[in-house]
């Protein structure tokens, strides 16, 4: 199974990509979470994305594509993959594209987890209390401010990407702001159609 998972910051898509790797056994690539690791290692590609990632603005096409062209390589991903954070402009999309029919590889299905905008910065300030009240550091990222500018960054260069895997043909649209168990239930049911479905 290969997977792309759309939605907005704290749409759920964390939560449901690690049900996913539980259920199908595929590992979850999070370009933010490789794009974190580096800026901890201090790489040279962490450095360039540090103050990008830290003011809520989007790490260059370039080095996110050479990221995950790199990560998919690995032989944990050989059998599937679920991308999260990636692509997130049209022009990803289509890197891509490109880069998986170069390895004889293809998408299987493309999930969206539909939300409101507003119980959404809501979302994200609880989850920044908890992080505080459990004594760990809360993430830049997860300020409300910054949080709106990630919001403002998706909707100009991310949300494009529905009408994009749309007109492809794999655009799956699940309402997110349903309890979280229902909405693996549906998206389960979703994936597993998918997994059963002959290749075109």
Request: aromatic share 4%.
């Amino acid at each position: 199974m290969r997977i792309i998972l759309l939605g907005p910051p704290g749409a759920g898509k964390g939560t449901q990509s690690a049900r996913i790797v539980e259920r199908f056994g595929i590992p979850q690539l999070s370009t933010g979470d490789m794009l974190r690791a580096a800026v901890a290692a201090g790489t040279p590609v962490g450095l360039e994305a540090k103050a990008i990632m830290e003011s809520g603005g989007l790490v260059p096409n370039e080095v996110v594509v050479g990221i995950v062209a790199d990560r998919i390589e690995e032989s944990d991903a050989r059998a599937g993959f679920i991308l999260d954070g990636f692509p997130r402009t049209v022009e990803q999309a289509s890197a891509l594209d490109r880069m998986l029919e170069a390895k004889n590889l293809k998408l299987d299905t493309v999930v969206e987890l539909a939300v409101d905008e507003d119980a959404l910065v809501g979302r994200i300030a609880k989850r920044a209390s908890e992080t505080a009240a459990r004594g760990e550091p809360v993430r830049k990222d997860d300020t409300p401010e910054v949080f709106k500018t990630r919001l403002e960054a998706y909707r100009a260069q991310t949300a494009p990407l529905s009408a994009y895997y749309a007109s492809l043909g794999m655009l799956e649209t699940l309402d997110g702001m349903k309890p979280i168990d229902v909405v693996t239930a549906e998206l389960m049911t979703t994936l597993e159609r998918h997994a059963t479905a002959p290749a075109s």
